[in-house]
């Protein structure tokens, strides 16, 4: 999350220097800006994926049939 949070304030900064630019300077920061928001996004949906896929593997952790040596351990 700090990555995401970083590249939302190189975005707002960007934003704050264009409103004082010139407009040539002004357009090319606000398409930085619009280029941070993008990573933003991209690192956010790549936490996701990740999120999302550890969870698949403890779901199928937890559907794995104990070891045989652990099953007579349960035995009473």
């Not at 690192?43 to 698949?56: F, G, I, M």
């Not at 952790?61 to 652990?70: D, I, S, T």
């Amino acid at each position: 999350m700090k990555k995401i949070e970083e590249y939302l304030q190189h975005a707002a900064e960007c934003r704050e220097m264009a409103r004082t630019a010139s407009p040539a300077h002004r357009q090319q920061l606000e398409q930085m800006a619009e280029t941070w928001d993008q990573l933003a996004g991209a690192r956010r949906h790549q936490l996701e994926k990740r999120r999302v896929s550890a969870d698949v593997e403890k779901a199928k952790v937890r559907q794995r049939p104990l070891p045989l040596h652990r099953v007579n351990e349960q035995k009473p």
